[in-house]
């Protein structure tokens, strides 16, 4: 019944609400940019404030860049920790935005209601998802569910510089029972999902040298090895006819999954030609056994990024040149381990190059695959939660990419995260005319209502 009370509490302050989140997308919190230093400042006194309005112990803490929130409510039951973030991107270029980028507004669409604005969707409007769960509940019980950390960054779309000294020097302050972190999406703008699975990464960017000089092809081709041939090869052999890797020991550490979520992702439906027909594609180009989620989720793998040398410009140039050079990235999975693969990786270069020939590398470090462990129960509980409250059933997801603090609530702070979020495909966030449904403005907070009640219960 309570829960009930605290819904109906958040529909009727919907317009509030709203109003709230204005407040904070007017603020012009570009964190990378240094001439907007002070409205970074700004955002985060906002969001100070207001958490001290629900009672919990906010402060600003400051870094070497922009400053953290953090605050503290106690309670009994689980002890949770919300991130979220509070800078944006910039908005140029400016002339692509239909309204000043800070001066939100709430559009009728032909898909419906919309907040435009610089951060509707990442990650203000998302965040304050969370935040005005947590009034509405306040003002239905008098306090919150249970204890909570609010850990708000300013430096997301920055490079996060100094999110893990802060973090380090913070650790025991910053440890909680499990991570809710709110700057994902729905499954295709419709399933409400949790992201359990995040890839790793690891990047090569090398550069091979053969002849001590550029050579003319007409007096040295022929007896002269070329870079670029001996690059080539070395790099079709990365994969075999079936899509699969060649690195030995490259699936060393690649889960399996489940029947139990084999069987929800066949349940997404998912339209891989749409998504594939949407780029100009048509063929799935992943190991030709496996299904294309398993492709973008929960299998590895290895693409070149760019790739050059000899002559590029106008006209012709019969070089032979003496370098050529590639940057090679692997997605990595499950426990795969960034440093064994490199060494695999470059054992199997040096094994190419020719007698004579020399590589340098510029090195960048790896960062292993996050998954989080779904048999603690809280999993199912909020995936329950979220069922309730969307058309579709929620369902555990991957993503392809990387969400840096997911890992290092991993590995700093020994939590596993629970990534839920309600941003839509058609967002735009990072480019102009960034917007947040007013559906998932008011049903993202009514879902954080429902994970609330789900996990203290
Ligand atoms: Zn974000």
Not at 271 to 297: C, N, S, Y
Not at 429 to 452: C, Q
Request: glycine content about 10%.
């Amino acid at each position: 019944m309570s829960l009930d009370a605290v819904l109906a509490r958040i529909d009727s302050d919907l317009p509030a609400a709203t109003d709230r989140l204005m407040e904070l997308l007017r603020i012009q919190s570009i964190s990378t940019d240094p001439a907007y230093k002070a409205e970074c400042d700004k955002a985060a006194d906002w969001l100070v404030a207001d958490l001290q309005s629900l009672g919990v112990k906010a402060e600003k803490r400051p870094t070497t860049g922009h400053p953290m929130v953090v605050g503290h409510v106690e309670g009994d039951g689980p002890h949770l920790l919300f991130y979220g973030h509070y800078d944006v991107q910039p908005v140029d270029p400016l002339e692509l935005w239909d309204r000043d980028p800070f001066d939100p507004a709430v559009e009728e669409t032909e898909a419906g209601r919309v907040i435009r604005g610089r951060g509707a969707a990442d990650d203000k409007g998302q965040l304050m998802t969370f935040v005005e769960a947590c009034r509405a509940w306040k003002a239905v019980h008098g306090s919150l569910p249970c204890q909570i950390t609010f850990f708000l960054e300013g430096e997301e779309e920055s490079g996060s510089p100094s999110l893990v000294p802060f973090m380090e020097a913070n650790r025991d302050e910053l440890k909680a029972d499990i991570a809710l972190i709110c700057d994902t999406g729905m499954f295709e703008s419709r399933v409400p999902a949790i992201t359990t699975m995040l890839r790793g990464l690891l990047g090569e960017d090398f550069t091979i040298t053969g002849p001590s000089r550029d050579l003319h092809s007409g007096m040295y081709g022929g007896i002269a090895m070329n870079p670029i041939r001996v690059l080539t090869k070395i790099i079709a052999g990365l994969h075999d006819d079936t899509g699969r890797i060649t690195l030995p020991g490259f699936y060393d550490g690649v889960p399996e999954l489940s029947d139990d979520i084999l069987s929800q992702w066949q349940g997404l439906g998912f339209d891989h030609a749409k998504f594939l027909g949407d780029v100009g594609l048509k063929e799935p180009a992943g190991e030709q056994d496996r299904t294309p989620l398993e492709m973008i989720w929960s299998r590895p793998t290895c693409d070149v990024n760019g790739i050059w040398g000899g002559y590029t410009g106008d006209g012709f140039k019969t070089v032979l040149p003496s370098k050529a050079s590639a940057k090679i990235s692997f997605r990595l999975v499950g426990t795969q381990d960034p440093d064994a693969i490199r060494k695999s990786f470059r054992a199997y270069l040096e094994g190419q190059l020719p007698e004579g020939f020399s590589v340098e590398y510029r090195t960048e470090k790896g960062a292993p695959a996050s998954q989080m462990s779904i048999d603690d129960p809280a999993f199912e509980k909020a995936r329950r939660a979220l069922s309730d409250e969307w058309p579709d059933t929620a369902a555990y997801i991957g993503c392809g990419g990387s969400i840096p603090i997911a890992g290092y609530f991993k590995t700093i702070t020994e939590m596993d995260s629970m990534l839920i979020g309600f941003g839509k495909d058609d967002d735009q966030i990072h480019s102009p005319n960034e917007k947040y449904d007013m559906e998932s403005f008011h049903k993202g907070t009514r879902s954080w209502a429902r994970v609330l009640d789900a996990l203290t219960r």
